[in-house]
């Protein structure tokens, strides 16, 4: 009898995948009835296995073909019964058993040859296969290593990006499922798509996504982002112009549920929508018969032109048909209702006689315009509100900043009680501007026309919110607004503050000093007004790591905008609250290491 002897592969090992132990049955091969065999052993080798082999389906192992004693496992097709001896061939599977003594054979791959357990093509040590449980050792039967999708070592190397988490298993984790109550499972969800496509393009390791995703988190649900006012501009357009005082915030949360917005809580019925507002309002504007409120000062105004003026005239100087930002133009605006524009005078004279010799049966209203972002200066003339109220019809005064009475800081600012006094019809004005509030639209004036306008089918579609009612209510009756304490700082406690804030920057190594500035209103308000303040003066490269460096981007310190002039960044203090002055140190300090 010939001894027969196993062959392996050079080191040992199965042809492996990553993927579980073969999945076919036994093989269904009919007994082999040829000579005793010569081949070298048999293996669960695929479909062309060379002589010596047995074919079978994924069924029972067929038998020896010299004893009749079991035989190694087949596959798909089993084949005559005259198969030489020795061997069996068959598909990927569990392992079939010897082809001379019956003792269990190891997994194969598709293509062995005789007494190999390897894959054709793969070199010896080598996995085969997709992702998935370890395969058995050719000689021991062993579990064998952990392979990848390309066939790399059996050791377990490979491409590391099959260790990537998948996006159920990374929201699990506890800081993002308490990530989502606070800002939703979408917005979740797409800060850790971006982590796994970091993972998978090998900017992180994967073992990092979790905290990748944690560390990608916004503040809030919402984009905007609360910014340090450093510009030196107190009514900044840019950034939201006036900012809220703390009561108004306070009454912001707390409308925010349900309130009785619309309801009489006493009777149960229906109630003055905003009635604590408007009275607050018509209380801060005493020569006001009635009041109103939409939601910005073009609004009411364009609501003014609606109602008192579509299809007839309106007279206006042409020296105050402005431009605001964004190339806002307000004879568009007036033109848009159905009014006529009546233009009288030049850009810088118009006088009573101008606005006379423009009156006749087709006459609205006159209008008169605050230029608030701009001035004309030397041979000048203006008709004064109390000159336009004696030729009759009604006079509305745009006074656009806002200022509801007289203030000492800024004397010649129009203010909506003296024009009220002075005999205006009707005055509108912005909420969110030197008052303080919130973007709305203020409408002042005799009641029978304040009735007129909210009555107005327009008036429907320019109503104001719960919140801006409440954030109203609140400037108007609680503690003055920020707008007016930073008005009336005095210019040598700002450069006090400067002083403490510039020596703390020198101590951490920055280059910092104290300048004399000039702030401005801004906004619409106070044009050519300077405001006597001071700013830390940095140098310029200090300007975009203070808005959106990383340690803003990653939550550290708030956004600090400055101006740049003369090639440095000031940092003027006139608008930034004193409680912030640390803040700002913070964020100074942590844009230093970058720049």
């Given at each position: 009898m010939v001894a027969l002897v196993e062959t392996r592969d050079g080191a040992g090992n199965s042809a492996t995948g990553t993927g579980r132990p073969g999945t076919g049955r036994p093989g269904t091969g009919s007994p082999g009835t040829g000579s005793p065999g010569t081949g070298s052993p048999g293996t669960s080798g695929d479909a062309t296995s060379?002589?010596?082999?047995?074919?079978?389906?994924?069924?029972?192992?067929?038998?020896?073909?010299?004893?009749?004693?079991?035989?190694?496992?087949?596959d798909a097709a089993s084949g005559p019964a005259t198969r030489p001896p020795g061997t069996s061939v068959g598909g990927t599977g569990r392992p079939g058993t010897e082809g001379r003594t019956g003792s269990p054979r190891t997994h194969g791959d598709a293509a062995s040859g005789p007494g190999t357990s390897e894959p054709a093509t793969s070199p010896p040590g080598t996995t085969v296969g997709g992702t998935g449980r370890p395969g058995t050792d050719a000689r021991t039967g062993s579990?064998?290593?952990?392979?990848?999708?390309?066939?790399?070592?059996?050791?377990?190397?490979?491409?590391?990006?099959?260790l990537v988490p998948r996006t159920d298993a990374v929201l699990a984790d506890p800081r993002l499922v308490a990530a989502e109550q606070r800002l939703g499972r979408a917005l979740v969800k797409e800060v850790v798509s971006r982590a796994l496509q970091a993972a998978r393009s090998g900017r992180i390791p994967p073992s990092a996504v979790a905290d990748a995703a944690v560390?990608?988190?916004?503040?809030?649900?919402?984009?905007?982002?609360?910014?340090?006012?450093?510009?030196?501009?107190?009514?900044?357009?840019?950034?939201?112009?006036?900012?809220?005082?703390?009561?108004?915030?306070?009454?912001?949360?707390?409308?925010?549920?349900?309130?009785?917005?619309?309801?009489?809580?006493?009777?149960?019925?229906?109630?003055?929508?905003?009635?604590?507002?408007?009275?607050?309002?018509?209380?801060?504007?005493?020569?006001?018969?009635?009041?109103?409120?939409?939601?910005?000062?073009?609004?009411?105004?364009?609501?003014?032109?609606?109602?008192?003026?579509?299809?007839?005239?309106?007279v206006v100087s042409?020296?105050?048909?402005?431009?605001?930002?964004?190339?806002?133009?307000?004879?568009d605006l007036l033109q848009s209702t159905g009014a006529q524009l009546r233009e009288v005078g030049t850009t810088n004279r118009t006088t009573l006689a101008d606005y006379r010799a423009a009156l006749g049966p087709d006459t609205g209203f006159l209008l008169k315009v605050h230029t608030s972002n701009y001035r004309i200066e030397g041979f000048t003339a203006e008709a004064t509100i109390a000159e336009l109220a004696g030729l009759g019809p009604p006079v509305v005064a745009d006074i656009g900043s806002g200022l509801l009475a007289p203030t000492l800081v800024l004397p010649d600012e129009p203010d909506a009680d003296s024009a009220l006094r002075a005999g205006a019809a009707l005055v509108t004005a912005s909420g969110d501007k030197l008052l303080g509030g919130p973007q709305a639209g203020l409408l002042l004036g005799q009641a029978g026309l304040v009735r007129q306008l909210t009555r107005h089918p327009l008036a429907r579609a320019l109503r104001v919110d719960k919140l801006t009612?409440?954030?109203?209510?609140?400037?108007l009756a609680g503690p003055p607004p920020p707008v007016a304490a930073s008005l009336a700082t005095g210019a040598a406690r700002l450069g006090q503050r400067a002083t403490r804030l510039a020596d703390a920057l020198a101590?951490?190594?920055v280059d910092a000093r104290v300048l004399s500035t000039q702030a401005a209103v801004g906004g619409g308000g106070a044009p050519g007004v300077p405001l006597p303040s001071a700013a830390v003066s940095l140098p310029e490269a200090f300007a975009a790591e203070l808005r959106w460096g990383d340690a803003?981007?990653?939550?550290?310190?708030?956004?600090?905008?400055?101006?740049?002039?003369?090639?440095?960044?000031?940092?003027d203090l006139r608008a930034v609250p004193p409680a912030d002055d640390d803040r700002v140190a913070e964020a100074v300090i942590a844009a230093a290491t970058a720049v």
């Open positions: 060379p002589p010596g082999t047995g074919v079978g389906g994924t069924g029972r192992p067929g038998t020896d073909a010299r004893t009749g004693s079991p035989g190694p496992h087949g579990p064998g290593p952990r392979g990848d999708a390309a066939g790399g070592p059996g050791a377990g190397g490979g491409d590391p990006r099959r560390a990608g988190l916004p503040a809030g649900p919402a984009t905007l982002t609360p910014v340090i006012n450093a510009t030196g501009v107190l009514l900044h357009t840019n950034l939201g112009r006036a900012p809220l005082s703390a009561a108004a915030r306070t009454a912001l949360q707390d409308a925010a549920g349900c309130t009785d917005v619309e309801f009489d809580l006493a009777t149960g019925q229906r109630g003055r929508r905003g009635r604590g507002t408007l009275a607050a309002l018509a209380a801060a504007v005493p020569a006001a018969e009635a009041v109103a409120v939409v939601n910005n000062n073009a609004a009411a105004l364009a609501l003014v032109a609606t109602a008192l003026a579509a299809g007839k005239q309106i042409r020296g105050e048909l402005i431009e605001i930002g964004d190339g806002f133009r307000l004879p009612l409440a954030a109203l209510e609140a400037t101590a951490a190594g803003v981007r990653r939550g550290e310190v708030p956004p600090v905008v400055g101006r740049v002039a003369a090639g440095r960044l000031l940092l």
